[in-house]
């Protein structure tokens, strides 16, 4: 009965801060945006806890080359717009914050 609640509550509170967020905000692309978030990590949630345990090593690995392969393509991007080096070298504040990230 507890867990019910828990997850009750935790339910409410969400629905409560997005509800407040969409009233507050200005713009409508703010509110799809972060609707679309939502639901993203609704979706996210049941199906990570709907995977079998035996799935779970083989998911998990290909799950962590796709994370590789776009932090080295973030990273090749990074370069290509770099103006001061001509490299994969970060050259302004938002490049580091973007390299550090990954």
Known sequence: KSVVRK???????CCDYF????????????VSLLATFALAGLAGYQVVWGV??????????????????T????????GSH????KGLIPDSPAHWLGAIAT
């Open 7 to 13: 997850k009750y509550w935790h339910f409410e509170s």
């Open 19 to 30: 509800g407040s967020f969409g009233l507050t905000t200005d713009s409508p692309e703010s």
């Open 52 to 69: 079998a345990p035996a799935l779970h090593s083989p998911l998990m690995a290909v799950t962590n080359a796709i994370s590789g392969m």
């Open 71 to 78: 932090a080295i393509g973030g990273m090749l991007l990074l």
């Open 82 to 85: 770099a103006t001061d080096t």
